[in-house]
């Protein structure tokens, strides 16, 4: 009577601390990693292309080419007016189906640049999916791969691993009965779950600020599409190149972050998987047999705490080793840079509150100088120089970023003021 007490106590125990630590971060766990794969894979593609299957007709698309449309029409409609305006000569004639086929280029590339894109993404998420089955098999999820890696010992090798099935797919905790299968500690156990699950939510609470920065960009960059294609036919694709490798890079950091998330899962499986073999050679001792597991357990901990702290910084190194410096930096790195800055938004007042009465008295004293009035003549006309040189640097950037049809409009004036 004494001992079922005791092991009913221990079981209470046990299933309270599995719901509390186990069960509700296991789903938390399953939830939070579904999101970041649909946000990082799978959002993109559904908004642009309506699917794995481009669909021409869904919403986006029907506006997105209607204002493409629009836009052709209007470019072409003003040159044939600026053309039926001016002399039917043939310098008028070239410039007027120069921009017909400027114009006509323009719009195949708005139709087939996205299609590109789209290869582009299914190529991502098809090396994303078989680096993701090599590791785990697709039906399984995160939660339930953590379960299976870390499923303990039996003394019932048959029973215990049927019972542990059924725990993998619901995260429930052991029945009593099952609880009896167990061969070794079973808080033990919750304690191991509870840190691998808490690691992994932390890392990926970590990565999906990248991912929504990442994918900002990439709808940012989409809708710059048509503009960047105008000003390509423009500038022999100096512009379009730009924009190609940016959004290139917005999509290739997506697929490093998620490739990361799943090399530190792999390292996370073969932390809890070697060390313990690992210790067990050191310690070679039977006797010793409840010690290891202790001991390995806590150097796994250890291991798997010390790759969460790291993986930011892997995660940076590898961002600027791919020259992706946009996508760097991590939402705690920035955190840290705000601090300091306000620390040395405080010290930059001081300083400034001291050098105002330094200037203060300097400028009393300038005052009773006689080359002041020289001096001032002196900056004026060097201030005047410089704004005369901005202006015609500005002039000259205006020039050069104009739309090839502007240039057009221009050389077509030009022509009817000299004829």
């Known amino acids: 009577m004494f001992a079922w007490l005791i092991n009913s106590i221990g079981y209470a125990i046990f299933s309270g601390l599995w719901y509390i630590l186990v069960f509700l971060p296991g789903w938390i766990l399953h939830i939070i990693y579904t999101t970041l794969e649909f946000v990082a894979l799978k959002l993109p593609i559904y908004i642009l292309f309506g699917g794995y299957e481009i669909n021409f007709s869904t919403g986006f698309f029907i506006r997105f080419f209607g204002i493409a449309l629009i836009c052709l029409f209007f470019v072409v409609g003003i040159v044939f007016y600026r053309f039926i305006q001016a002399r039917k000569d043939v310098e008028n004639q070239q410039l007027f189906k120069e921009s017909i086929k400027r114009g006509t280029l323009s719009f195949l590339m708005v139709v087939g640049i996205p299609i590109l894109m789209w290869l582009m993404m299914i190529f991502f998420v098809i090396i994303y999916q078989l680096v993701k089955n090599s590791i785990f098999n697709q039906d399984t999820s995160l939660s339930q791969y953590i379960f299976k890696v870390l499923e303990p010992k039996w003394t019932e090798t048959s029973e215990g691993h049927k019972a542990w099935i059924q725990v993998q797919n619901t995260f429930q905790p052991l029945s009593y009965n099952e609880w009896f299968y167990i061969d070794g500690s079973g808080i033990l156990l919750i304690i191991k779950l509870a840190i691998a699950?808490?690691?992994?939510?932390?890392?990926?609470?970590?990565?999906?600020?990248?991912?929504?920065?990442?994918?900002?960009?990439?709808?940012?960059?989409?809708?710059?599409?048509?503009?960047?294609?105008?000003?390509?036919?423009?500038?022999?694709?100096?512009?379009?190149?730009?924009?190609?490798?940016?959004?290139?890079?917005?999509?290739?950091?997506?697929?490093?972050?998620?490739?990361?998330?799943?090399?530190?899962?792999?390292?996370?499986?073969t932390t809890f998987e070697q060390v313990p073999s690992l210790i067990d050679e050191i310690l070679g001792d039977n006797s010793t047999a409840l010690s290891g597991e202790w001991t390995t357990s806590i150097l796994s901990i250890a291991i798997i705490l010390g790759m969460t702290y790291g993986i930011n910084g892997m995660i940076t190194r590898l961002m600027y080793f791919f020259n992706l410096d946009q996508f760097a930096e991590s939402s705690i790195r920035l955190r840290r840079n705000k601090n300091k800055t306000a620390n040395n938004t405080a010290n930059t007042k001081e300083t400034k509150a001291e050098a105002n009465k330094t200037i203060s008295y300097e400028k009393n004293t300038l005052k009773r100088n006689n080359d002041l009035g020289v001096r001032a003549k002196t900056s004026a006309r060097n201030a005047k120089n410089t704004m005369s040189k901005e202006k015609t640097a500005e002039q000259a950037i205006n020039n050069a970023l104009k739309p090839w049809f502007i240039k057009i409009f221009n050389k077509l004036q030009e022509g009817d003021k000299v004829k």
């Open 197 to 269: 699950i808490f690691a992994i939510v932390v890392v990926i609470f970590g990565l999906f600020i990248r991912v929504i920065k990442a994918i900002a960009y990439e709808f940012v960059y989409f809708l710059w599409l048509p503009v960047a294609i105008t000003q390509g036919t423009n500038d022999a694709g100096e512009t379009l190149k730009k924009w190609f490798a940016k959004f290139t890079e917005s999509v290739l950091s997506i697929f490093i972050i998620l490739i990361c998330l799943l090399l530190y899962i792999m390292l996370l499986q």
